[in-house]
């Protein structure tokens, strides 16, 4: 069985090493070629023809979206069976979707385990899922503190796992993903906005956050917002 084929651009050697040594003699993945700025980052993408690439956002040169943009714009055909997972620490709502619009496959917010990237590369090899995605939504949803009987909580739930789907329904998350959330429970697409952002307002409610919200998100940053939240925990879920 061939390995995946890997891309890492960042300009952060310490975290390009630790990725180096974790994957060394990796039975699925292997490191091809390391870029610490985007115009390395598609001369290697051009050389080795991975089958993903992790893209930092913030590198010198051009930033991980510049690369992207690129690539779409004038090397789609070549690339189009590249994966890219989006590496940020500043989850912004206009970042993602844009993203997702150049064609970012998954985002992982900074600071990250090695072993969220790893589950993250497999995931992009289209590996079989151990865990429903249902169920595992399920889990880190009650983890977050989430009370199992609000409206947000299942409206959550499916949002969740329409947006892994279609990663590209965040682009327009009021008539891609609410609007069929509505239709099924017979309500309108601003309810379901309005009551997952309830439920998540909820969370940061609470004092302290629950532990697993301080794992995914600072302590200290601000409510996300709706489409923030729910591409966080599809990049956490283990599939």
């Not at 290697?44 to 779409?72: S, T, W």
């Not at 714009?73 to 989006?86: G, S």
């Not at 989430?146 to 299942?154: P, Q």
Request: proline share 5%; hydrophobic share 40%.
């Amino acid at each position: 069985m061939e390995k995946i084929r890997v891309v890492i651009a960042d300009d952060n050697k310490d975290i390009v090493e630790g990725m180096l040594t974790y994957f060394h003699s990796h039975p699925q993945i292997e490191i091809v070629a390391t870029a610490s700025n985007g115009h390395t980052c598609i001369k290697m993408i051009e050389q080795y023809k991975p089958d993903v690439v992790l893209l930092d956002n913030v590198m010198p040169q051009l930033d991980g979206l510049a690369v992207l943009e690129l690539i779409a714009t004038y090397k789609a055909q070549q690339h189009q069976d590249v994966k890219f997972i989006m590496c940020t620490a500043f989850a912004r709502e206009e970042i993602m979707q844009q993203a997702v619009r150049y064609g970012a496959t998954y985002f992982i917010s900074k600071p990250f385990a090695f072993d969220q990237v790893e589950r993250k590369i497999l995931q992009c090899a289209d590996n079989p899922p151990s865990v429903s995605m249902t169920q595992q939504v399920s889990r880190l949803l009650s983890a977050c503190g989430i009370a199992s009987h609000l409206k947000g909580y299942l409206y959550l739930q499916e949002a969740i796992v329409l947006v892994y789907q279609n990663r590209h329904t965040l682009n327009a998350i009021m008539d891609e993903v609410y609007l069929p959330i509505a239709n099924k429970h017979g309500v309108t697409k601003q309810s379901v906005e309005r009551a997952i952002r309830s439920a998540i307002q909820k969370i940061w409610a609470q004092e302290p956050l629950p532990q697993e919200m301080q794992t995914l998100f600072s302590a200290t940053a601000p409510k996300p917002s709706n489409s923030t939240f729910i591409a966080t925990i599809v990049d956490k879920c283990e599939l």
